[in-house]
Nanobody, 116 residues
Framework: QVELVESGGGLVQPGGSLRLSCATS????????MSWYRQAPGKGRELVAGFVSLGDAYYADSAKGRFTLSRDNARNTVYLQMNGLKSEDTAVYYC??????????WGQGTQVTVSS
């Protein structure tokens, strides 16, 4: 059973920072493109950031300049550093692994709430 374990969500004031983590097995981590999505209340799930081929990172316009994607291959973990958080960033954030055979695996989600 494939498992993606997210952590790092919480309550933060506007302008604050959080770092989300997503850990998985070496098998999945080494053979998948890892990405982060989010789903705000009453809205659909949207891509926030993700690794594409050759290790390049893609960012949604809403994330550019504020969020940074990184990975630790030794820990089989991908991170999403979020700075300058805004109320509109409030959502459940999900980690996704897309394998080379285009199978998708999702984490359970971690809540991020930006509020004063």
């Amino acid at each position: 059973q494939v498992e993606l374990v997210e952590s790092g969500g919480g309550l933060v004031q506007p302008g604050g920072s959080l770092r989300l983590s997503c850990a998985t097995s070496e098998t999945i981590f080494s053979s998948s493109a890892m990405s982060w999505y989010r789903q705000a209340p009453g809205k659909g799930r949207e891509l926030v950031a993700g690794f594409v081929s050759l290790g390049d990172a893609y960012y949604a316009d809403s994330a550019k300049g504020r969020f940074t994607l990184s990975r630790d291959n030794a820990r089989n973990t991908v991170y999403l550093q979020m700075n300058g958080l805004k109320s509109e960033d409030t959502a459940v954030y999900y980690c996704k692994a897309t394998t080379t055979r285009l199978r998708e695996y999702w984490g359970q989600g971690t809540q991020v709430t930006v509020s004063s």
